[in-house]
């Protein structure tokens, strides 16, 4: 018995693998940080553009963070777990994406040489969630107090999300309808830019002529060509159900004795639906969405009452009809009422392009949701604009919710690394570390803003150090001299709720990392290592296809 007490006790099946220790922390922070090694070179409006080409051929071009984080075909556990906590960051507030993911990654690259000089992880966790709750501290104390009244403010907003994305020229027409969107939908101090904007491409034209619509644009066609092609001071009916003629069940059964009762049966189905048309237009519809069909004959006497229909709209857009036009979704239209119908000054049919017509409702007064129709000679550049206008929508919503904005170009991450670094002379003990481990982490926005423009990152490190030292505590670099200066007075500005969001999701991706010291994974059927491949190496495709 005695010659068994050395035997390997296995707990696993045949084919798991197992890392533990500092070999498990080492493979995860190298995966994460490579994924912040993709994002960084594209963080300001310098940064370069990721061409990301995916099984089909189909090709993206952009320097969006979360763009290029939806396209990755990503395989490592952890990197999945640092892209989910930067998806977070943009569900939060629409941007800051790139910022929150370069931030983790300096922070594991920092913690990687505490951990290899015998610093517990567990230390370095607890001293970045001190830093970070002073980083807000810090943040909250340079932020600046705006109102929905300041415009100018709002616009330099917009404009500052808007640059990088390559459409810079239109950014001053793109920044005004971002700022009229925001106000149309805010309510009670909210804005819902998820569920009440909504974008509509449409191939061909300038970019110059993107408007936004207080309305609603809709992929239909009017269901009859005898319908008028438009109407003025327009009430619309928004109708969940349908009208046409119901097919019968399997095992339903008709008795037809005669022509005659033929005749008289299709009459009765007919009569139905008339009567169903005459009640809406009874009431002043004159415009009518069907969620289901429009059959022929309901067809036939809308057109005959001078109504715009449409069938098949989704149940997405009628709940967007509904919130643009004022009006209610009704299932049954005997019983429709006057005040159940939408209001909107002007719904007609228009020819976009060559050959495609769709459906504008435009003027809808007190509108809570708007349409952006982006307009664009390529499908490149309107997905680019879309972009630009998704994230100042973002930008300008966050602040008009939080009321709050701190100074760009890399001056809040300068003055909060300045202001840890004092903090941690406060300290005693390994925490300390950890506290300048985040500074110098997050002093890495402000250095990748200065390489992606083509400046020494150290040179420009020092003069912004310099600045704060001297209290200019709003000063960042300007992108085109690489010098330090007043980020407020040249309009450079940003919310505040991004900066803090994008901290707190880095240091929760950096610290969920840390705290992992045993990876256990099953066998993966079907797939072997490569040779001189670890089995734990998660990694078995490419992070992003080879022609990027």
């Known amino acids: 018995m005695a010659g068994l007490t050395n035997a390997p006790i296995l707990i696993l099946k045949e084919g798991h693998t197992r890392e533990t220790g500092k070999d498990a922390q080492r493979r995860n922070i190298h995966a994460a940080k490579a994924v912040a090694d993709v994002l960084k070179t594209t963080l300001g409006p310098k940064g370069m553009d990721k061409m990301m080409v995916d099984g089909t051929g189909d090709i993206v071009i952009t320097n969006d963070g979360a763009t290029i ?65 002073k980083a807000y501290e810090f943040l909250e104390e340079m932020a600046v107090a705006v109102s929905k009244e300041d415009l100018g403010v709002l616009k330099k907003i917009a404009e500052t999300a808007m640059t990088g994305k390559g459409i810079e020229i239109f950014k001053d027409m793109l920044s005004d309808i971002c700022i009229d969107a925001a106000a149309a939908i805010e309510e009670d ?4 830019v998820e569920e009440r904007v909504k974008f509509v491409k449409i191939s061909g034209g300038s970019v110059k002529e993107t408007v936004l619509i207080h309305g609603v644009v809709l992929d239909k066609e009017r269901l009859n060509p005898d319908m008028p092609k438009k109407i003025e001071g327009a009430k619309i009916a928004l109708l969940d ?41 009874k009431v002043g519809a004159n415009v009518v969405f069907c969620k289901q069909g429009i059959g022929a004959y309901a067809s036939r006497y809308l057109a005959n009452y001078g109504i715009i229909a449409a069938r098949r709209v989704s149940d997405e857009d009628l709940k967007f009809m509904a919130l643009a036009t004022g009006g209610k979704i009704v299932t049954d239209p005997l019983e429709m009422r006057e005040e159940d119908l939408g209001a909107a000054d002007l719904v007609g049919e228009k020819k976009v392009g060559k050959e495609k017509k769709m459906i504008f409702v435009e003027g809808c007064h007190g509108a ?29 919503a966050t602040v008009l919710e939080s009321k709050k904005i701190v ?35 997050v002093e890495e926005i402000p250095v990748n803003l200065a390489e992606n423009a083509g400046f020494d990152s150290i040179d420009v490190l020092v003069g912004l150090r310099s600045s704060h030292g001297a209290g200019n505590k709003g000063y960042g670099l300007d992108i085109n001299t690489g010098k330090a200066a007043d980020m407020m007075a040249q309009g450079v500005v940003e919310p505040l709720k991004v900066k803090t969001q994008a901290i707190k999701s880095g240091t929760a991706a950096a610290t969920l990392v840390l705290r992992v010291d045993d990876v256990i994974a099953a066998k993966v059927e079907g797939l072997k ?20």
């Open 189 to 192: 101090g909210k804005v819902d």
């Open 368 to 396: 809570r949701a708007v349409t952006a129709v982006v307009h664009g000679s390529s499908e490149q550049l309107r997905d680019n604009v879309e972009r630009a206008l998704e994230d100042a929508l973002w930008s300008v």
């Open 529 to 548: 290592p490569k040779p001189g491949q670890s089995p734990h190496d998660y990694t078995r495709r490419p992070m992003m296809p080879p022609m990027m």
């Open 241 to 281: 159900s349908t009208l046409e003629l119901k097919k019968l069940s399997t095992d339903a059964k008709v008795t037809i004795s005669s022509p005659e009762s033929l005749s008289s049966f299709r009459e009765g189905e007919d009569e139905v639906l008339k009567e169903k048309v005459e009640a809406m237009a």
């Open 407 to 441: 100074p760009g170009g890399g001056a809040p991450e300068i003055e909060v690394a300045e202001r840890l670094r004092q903090y941690a002379t406060t300290i005693t003990g390994r925490d300390q570390l950890a506290v300048r481990a985040f500074a110098d982490a």
């Open 69 to 133: 984080l939806r396209e990755m075909d990503i395989e490592h556990p952890v990197a999945k777990m640092i892209v989910e906590v930067a998806r977070a960051q943009e569900d939060e507030v629409g941007d800051g994406t790139t910022s929150a993911v370069v931030i983790a990654g300096g922070l594991l690259e920092n913690a990687e040489e505490l951990i290899n000089i015998g610093v517990h992880p567990t230390v370095i966790v607890m001293g970045y969630k001190a830093a970070q709750n």
